[in-house]
């Protein structure tokens, strides 16, 4: 099915129910589609067509999804590019997009006109009197009677961009079977029901942020857009709205918890929480039940290219695992080898870490990047999608992961997953954080380097080095040799460790 025809259903099935708020305003179904048609038909006659691509830079706002359900009744291609990217990024993503015309605001404004564009689109603005066209402009002369282009499962709905932090982004291109497999299976491993309601924290030029969308609208809920994550002000609208489904980053969890005035809000109607896009400490996930009480707490592993690969819903017995496969998908972890083709054949025993293998012809799995042949030939093989993850299979068969094959420390002909250590190192009452790198050396290759933020200023490297020594589930060949403190660790947005940046900036001006 295709999404504008999901959204239509929605309209038709429920047109009194409220569909989206942001602030002070409310739009029902029925009136979310008055606008989305004006859009839509404006769209039209400035020559919007089937395929041409919709480039977004906005925050979670109305507008934002106005722009989504438009496209899609256009058969047009949602294309939304992170804000925090470089300018350089952003530039690169235009032209390698080539959308038709892309939509601003005022934060994004100075990389949209500081771009150099191998072929101008057209800039629309929300703000008046800026751009080429305002927003406003294109509503106020759209009309509602609209006929929209007829769209296949296999025409491409969206196209998002992938944070770039092995190179520049690559553009993903998802078809309408894609985002409509993933979000019925986001909704069942959910346990979402009719009329839930959710907190648009996720931003919507992620993948996590889309399916939280359409989730809604499948389910005629109330989607509560939310420009600017603030723990305050997202648990004022979780309690004012009585949100009762939330899916967000782990970062945001612990922001909202450690706020001091949790206790004043009423969360009792929040009953099924999630989290994805990096892992969550077991602590975190211990807080999260005690605070927020929830029926139904996941964990999702997946990723922009393939969207679910497993989920965890037992996180009160295992907190940080990724479970078993999604409801579309099938798993395989096999020795890391980049290079080979027989690598997957090269299944690996439980206990034993390997890399994560995806099967590529899953419904909810993309068949290639936009513009990246060779990309595309080396993440998907032989049928496989190779994740570059590193994880192992309990004695139960349920899912861990640890790390990353580009990031294994191979010391003395070793392979050592840091994700193994740091999750050792993190059981220490005095460690607040820890990252674990390799370090050039000339004996044995490399040695494991542990970078610690102290969470008390009186912990040792001789009380560390004996508690890893200790540690029944720590080998003691992974043991760190060498342990520097640090003050912070630098993250990304979602939570996830930038390695690379820790290597660049650690190992290299550190003095150990």
Known sequence: MDLGTVFDCAVDRYPHKIAMVQDNKVLTFLQLNDEVNRLASSLQKLGIVKRDRVMVLLKNRIETVCLFWAAQKLGAIFTPINLRLSPEATQYCINDAEPKIVVYEKISQRAVM??????????ISLEPDEGDLSYGELVAKGSNAFSGSPCGDDDIAVMLYTSGTTGVPKGVPRFHRNEYAST???IVQNRYELFDSTLGAMPLYHTMGVRSLLSMCVLNGKFVLFPDFDARKALMLLSEEQITCLYMFPTMYLELLNDPCFADFDLSVLKKIGYAG?????ALTQKCFHMLKPNHFINHYGSTEIYTFTTCSILDKKPGCAGRPGIHQKIRLVRP?????????????????GEI???AESIEAFKGYWNRPEATRKAIRNHWYHTGDLGYYDEDGDLYVVGRVDEMVISGGENISPGEIEEVLLQHPKVAEA????????HWGQIVAAFIVAKDASVTVQELDQFCKQHPKLSNFKRPRKYVFIPEIP?????KMLRREIR?????????
């Not at 990096?278 to 077991?282: C, N």
């Not at 993250?491 to 939570?495: E, L, Q, T």
């Not at 660049?504 to 150990?512: A, F, G, R, V, Y």
């Open 337 to 353: 080898d980049a290079g080979s083709a027989a690598a997957l054949e090269n299944i690996i025993e439980p206990g034993e870490i």
């Open 184 to 186: 019925m299976a986001h």
């Open 357 to 359: 293998l995806i099967y």
């Open 278 to 282: 990096a892992p969550m400490s077991a």
């Open 504 to 512: 660049k900036e650690l190992l290299s001006k550190i003095e150990m």
């Open 435 to 442: 990252v674990v790198l390799g370090e050039e050396d000339e």
């Open 491 to 495: 993250n990304s947005p979602s939570g």
């Open 114 to 123: 500081n771009a150099k564009f191998n072929e101008r689109p057209l800039l």
